[in-house]
């Protein structure tokens, strides 16, 4: 069982969904969660990064994490087509850092 | 903003070539991270280094070495190239202390003939 668990998609939406991209992990000592866009041909880019349970929330975009059911999800509130990318998860503990395989998000105009 | 760098965003390379990737960043930081990622395989860490001259195997080191002669810099050695070291590859920095996030370059897509 990998440590982290994220759907591959692709996952397609009309513009203006509401978007849920989730992961799962089995490691309880994960303590720092992060959410990554990645657009193709990039690099992935930091979008949110939080170490509580609970919700946190950056414009459009909404982080949860629910540490006793060791679940994170990522909200998009009114997506658009440029939320188009590949989202991956990520989990810290200590110097060591597990990726999700990220999941495609397409928005169609 | 950190600014990671890589030297290429594209490069082709034959089969037994030395092949050298580059990675500046600019904010200073301690740690510094190559992966390569594949489809269906997603992100696998290949080398990381916490200070100069200092480097750590990751998942998958075998045909590849790195170098780090200056804080800001870290490259990685395809010590000859074969063709299923074609990949994109990523590098990454974060500073030295526990539980930050890692920061990401745009990627050198490399392919081996």
């Known amino acids: 069982q990998k440590e982290v668990e994220q759907d591959p998609g692709p996952l397609s939406v009309p513009e203006g969904a509401i978007v849920s991209l989730n992961c799962t992990y089995s490691?309880?000592?994960?303590?720092?969660f992060m959410w990554y866009r990645q657009y193709s041909r990039k690099g992935p880019e930091l979008l949110m990064y939080?170490?509580?349970?609970g919700n946190k929330e950056d414009g459009r975009f909404t982080a949860q994490v629910d540490k006793s059911s060791k679940y994170i999800s990522l909200f998009i509130r009114d997506s658009q087509p440029s939320d188009s990318a590949t989202y991956l998860c990520?989990?810290?503990?200590?110097?060591?850092?597990?990726f999700g395989a990220g999941t495609r998000l397409f928005v169609k105009a | 903003d950190v600014k990671v760098t890589q030297s290429s965003r594209y490069l082709v390379k034959r089969t037994g070539e030395k092949v050298f990737l580059e990675c500046v960043q600019d904010?200073?930081?301690?740690?510094m991270f190559w992966y390569r990622q594949d489809p269906g395989l997603g992100l696998r860490l290949i080398y990381f280094?916490?200070?100069?001259?200092?480097?750590e195997k990751g998942d998958i080191p075998e045909g590849y070495s790195v170098s780090r002669e200056k804080k800001e810099r870290f490259s990685l050695i395809l010590e000859s190239a074969s063709t299923n070291q074609t990949s994109m590859y990523l590098c990454?920095?974060?500073?030295?202390?526990?539980?930050?996030?890692?920061?990401f370059g745009d990627g050198t897509r490399l392919s081996i003939l």
């Open positions: 990454a920095s974060s500073p030295d202390r526990s539980n930050q996030p890692q920061h």
């Open positions: 490691n309880s000592a994960f303590q720092y």
């Open positions: 939080t170490y509580s349970s």
């Open positions: 990520a989990m810290i503990v200590g110097f060591k850092t597990i």
């Open positions: 904010m200073d930081h301690e740690n």
């Open positions: 280094s916490y200070d100069v001259k200092m480097k």
